[in-house]
């Protein structure tokens, strides 16, 4: 069974910074590329960031390049978002997920990140 | 960008309706489109992949139709357990969500 768990969220001032983790089982790790997607509170889902299944490549939307890398440990199954100078707008719920061909069919539970002095 | 527009926003149905709701891509993306459902609480749930594609264990009552810039999600006869947000999502090249549907049961 494919389980993704994420970890890592809680309250954090503006312009702090925060890593989220997110330990996948039940798969072979190295063979997927890995997303992270956001939801804010009472919104829709946003993509935040994605990673190849070797890591060597990653991809981002305009409102966090620069601010937010992700990256992978394939012997550890872990992926993770590194949030750097984080705004109030960055609050939501992260969601670790992992593709089939043609959608996101694996999600964790998620992990809250409150941007918050 | 691609621009991911869904309506209505909300819809309040009936037991045992079919009810129908709109993806519109703001290019051509082909079949490159994917729906999910989210109720309140959870991680969202795939539907559908390659806009007509039902993923696994997802009851027959959901439908999912379109090309290029113009699509939708269908449920017949719409149960109660139904009633949730339903996001569409552009796949590949900077996934993209549209702002979702809300489905209310009356």
């Known amino acids: 069974e494919v389980q993704l768990v994420e970890s890592g969220g809680g309250l954090v001032q503006p312009g702090r ?29 946003e993509w935040v960031a994605s990673i190849t299944n070797t890591g060597g490549s990653t991809y981002y939307p305009d409102s966090v390049k620069g601010r937010f890398t992700i990256s992978r440990d394939n012997a550890k199954s872990t992926l993770y978002l590194q949030m750097n100078s984080l705004r109030s707008e960055d609050t939501a719920t992260y969601y670790c997920t992992r593709e089939i061909a043609g959608g996101f069919a694996y999600w964790g539970q998620g992990t809250l990140v409150t941007v918050s002095s | ?25 703001s290019q051509n993306v082909g079949n490159n489109i994917a729906w999910y459902q989210q109720k309140p609480g959870q991680s969202p749930k795939l539907l559908i992949y390659y806009a007509s594609n039902r993923y696994t264990g997802v009851p027959d009552r959901f439908t999912g139709g379109g090309y290029g810039t113009d ?19 552009r796949i590949y090249n900077s996934p993209t969500f549209g702002g979702g549907t809300k489905l209310e049961l009356k």
């Open chain 1, 17 to 45: 910074s925060l890593k989220l983790s997110c330990v996948a089982s039940g798969f072979t790790f190295n063979n997927y590329w890995m997303t992270w997607i956001r939801q804010a509170p009472g919104k829709g889902l």
């Open chain 2, 1 to 25: 960008n691609i621009v991911m527009t869904q309506s209505p926003k909300s819809m309040s149905i009936s037991v045992g309706d079919r009810v129908t709701m709109n993806c519109k891509a």
């Open chain 2, 71 to 89: 699509f939708t999600l269908t449920i017949n006869s719409v149960q109660a357990e139904d009633a949730a947000f339903y996001y569409c999502q």
